[in-house]
């Protein structure tokens, strides 16, 4: 099993710049290059200062030149949000900045509140077409002369420019949660990324299930990797470990609130929803118990296990509402003292 970091640029408040978070964001990228992490990625969002991700191709090509080894991964483009003709190029053109070091996520969407403000209101489960027909779209745009007819896209002849540096095209990633997502991904020749957000390791299961059936169903494709996303925190002490476990329940308190999508924002904030208002799913206890959060050999026995249900790749969401410092000592100790346990 390989290791990438997840990550965005955070904001809780006005107290940190936009500046300092960069700056933070590129410094816990270049020391999971230097632990020996194989990716590292970052998605898009659109207005939320508690993820700050307008255009992960921005972050590529700008770590591009702060790093040397590590792959840099759009995880993920909001297929909506893009034309192929746009995107095909684009993408090429930050393969080529990063010297062929790039992973080319993408997903259907899932903030309504994004597609209130992007797509003029669109039910953001009707992303799932646009994923579909842009996916087989950007594969013949890369390769050559193509021309589209569909429902969503028409364009005429026309073609990428410029081409990818990796042939023939970077690595793709879909995100899936149902079944069809799933067989739509092998099917395409894509690698899948799922993450079971707050819930236990059953979840876990059921995504592996899919993919493994996805697998099945599609026995003309080779097998794609599978990376699982979750939020991951070493602590050394008792101490330690609650301070991670409240600042994920922080940060979930965020992102429901976003997701419910019943506030107006404040200059791009909105008020987290309480302990009450998430309720027991999101519960501190119930965190620790479901995230890979806990000493080294805790979470070494967590990481095991999702090894041994075939997960090829373990992504470490470092996303939590800690102090950098915090944060920068958690990735070292994953580094020292669990990783070694996979190699």
């Not at 964001?25 to 270049?30: A, H, S």
């Not at 599609?218 to 602590?235: A, C, E, K, Y």
């Amino acid at each position: 099993m390989k290791f990438s970091l997840f990550l965005h640029m955070e904001r809780y408040d006005e107290s940190k710049t936009h500046q300092q978070s960069l700056a933070e964001l590129t410094e816990l990228v270049q020391i999971a290059e230097q632990g020996g992490f194989e990716m590292a990625w970052i998605g898009e969002h659109h207005a939320m200062e508690f993820t700050i991700a307008p255009n992960p191709l921005n972050f590529i090509a700008y770590l591009a030149d702060k790093t040397s080894t590590i792959r840099l991964g759009a995880g993920t483009f909001i297929a909506p949000f893009w034309h192929p003709v746009k995107l095909a190029g684009e993408a090429a053109l930050a393969d080529i900045m990063c010297n062929g070091r790039l992973e080319f996520g993408i997903a259907r969407g899932a903030y309504q509140a994004e597609f209130d403000r992007v797509m003029n209101g669109m039910p953001s489960a009707d992303g799932g077409k646009y994923l579909r027909e842009m996916v087989p779209a950007l594969q013949k745009l890369w390769a050559g002369d193509y021309a589209h007819d569909g429902e969503l896209f028409q364009f005429p002849t026309t073609t990428s420019v410029p081409k990818p540096l990796q042939q023939p095209h970077p690595p793709m990633w879909i995100a899936a949660r149902d079944p069809d997502s799933h067989n739509f991904a092998v099917s395409a020749g894509c690698n899948v990324m799922v993450t079971p957000l707050q819930k236990d390791d059953e979840e876990v299961q059921d995504l592996m299930h899919k993919f493994n059936d996805a697998i099945a169903n599609n026995p003309q494709v080779s097998r794609p990797d599978i990376m699982l996303l979750r939020h991951t925190f070493v602590g050394e002490n008792e101490q330690e470990l609650q301070a991670g476990t409240d600042a994920l329940h922080h940060w979930y308190a965020m992102f429901m609130a976003w997701a419910k999508n019943t506030q107006t924002p404040d200059n791009g904030f909105v008020n987290r929803l309480s302990t009450e208002d998430l309720g027991e799913s999101f519960s501190p206890s119930a965190l620790r118990n479901n995230l890979a959060v806990g000493t080294p050999d805790e979470v070494i026995a967590r990481l095991k296990y999702y090894e041994s249900l075939g997960v090829s790749q373990y992504s470490y969401w470092a996303d939590n509402s800690l102090s950098f410092e915090e944060k920068k000592k958690s990735l070292q100790l994953f580094i020292e003292k669990v990783m070694p346990a996979f190699q």
